[in-house]
Each structure stands twice: as structure tokens, then as C-alpha cells.
């Protein structure tokens, strides 16, 4: 209980500096707006790393999450900043593993939009809760680095790892493929 509580604190505290800093760093250049489309919701497939996961639960998983973009600055190669949550869930008889996160993150959008759309890579930082049903639940700072492609009608396709700290010794980690549209 008392790790649960420190992870908690630890990650509001993250979440809330970077989410401080964001805002300030967006709000700082003159060139800031609205972002257009600030909504996401995404799904797709979890695919863990760790050969204990996929041997107890499985090696495909549902994903989704949603997310609100709140900040953009209209440089060439705009940042957003973006809070998120992500769900993910597997089971393969009567084991289940289930995973939820709560966090702030970025995406870089690496050119400016063309007549399609337009490549970026996002970060992200988080409270993660991993829960393995029979066995532990426990809360962990975790994280995801991604890279994706979106479409100026509003679709958009991508590829994260989830990084997540292990829980007695097995490794949540993963690749997420997700499709989704902002609006």
C-alpha cells in the first residue's frame, strides 16, 4: 500500500509539472492557438515483450485510449501536448491481465501538413496499473515513446512501446498498433 501510494504521488507530481511546463512553454510564444481536432480516441492490439506475459496471458491483446490535445505552437515543426489515458486488456483461461494508465505526453509533428497529412512521434509519461488476475496488482510509473501518421480528414495510424516498470519480477511491457480519428 505504501509503494501504491508513493507511485501516486510521484506520478501527480510528474504529471502536473509537466503539465505546468507544457502550458507555459506553449503560452510563452506569441504564435500559440487552439489545436484543431484536440480529441483522440484510439484501438488496436497489444503485443507484450515478455515471454512469461505471453506464455500466462496471451500474445495479443485489446487496446484503446483516449486523449485531449491542449496546446500547439504554430512553428514549422509544431509540439502538442496531451493528456491521455490508455486501457489494455488480455486474458488466455482464467488468467487476465489488465492495464490502465493515466499520463501527459507530446507529440512532435515532424513536417508541416500536406495536402494528406502529416508523420510525428509522441512521448509520454504516466501512472500505469498493471493487474494480473490470479496475482498482483500494483501501481508503476511507466511511460511510451510512438511514431505515427495522420490524416487531415481525421484518421490516423500508429506504433508506441509502453514501458513499464515489472511487478514481481514480470515485465508489462509492449508494442501497442493503434488506428483512431480525431475530431
Known sequence: MKSLMRNTAVTLAVLGSVGIVGTGMAHAQDDTKAVERPYRVKIGGFFPTEGDVKDAY????????????????????????????????GERGDNTLGIWGLGVGARFLFAPANSSGQPYGELGLGYYNVDFSPGPSAGRVGGKLGLGYQLNQGLFGEVEYNLIDKVEGVNPSGVRLNVGYRF
Open 58 to 89: 496471451g500474445s495479443t491483446f485489446f487496446s484503446g485510449g483516449v486523449s485531449w490535445d491542449f496546446s500547439k505552437t504554430l512553428a514549422t515543426n509544431p509540439t502538442v501536448f496531451t493528456l491521455y489515458t490508455d486501457y489494455t486488456r
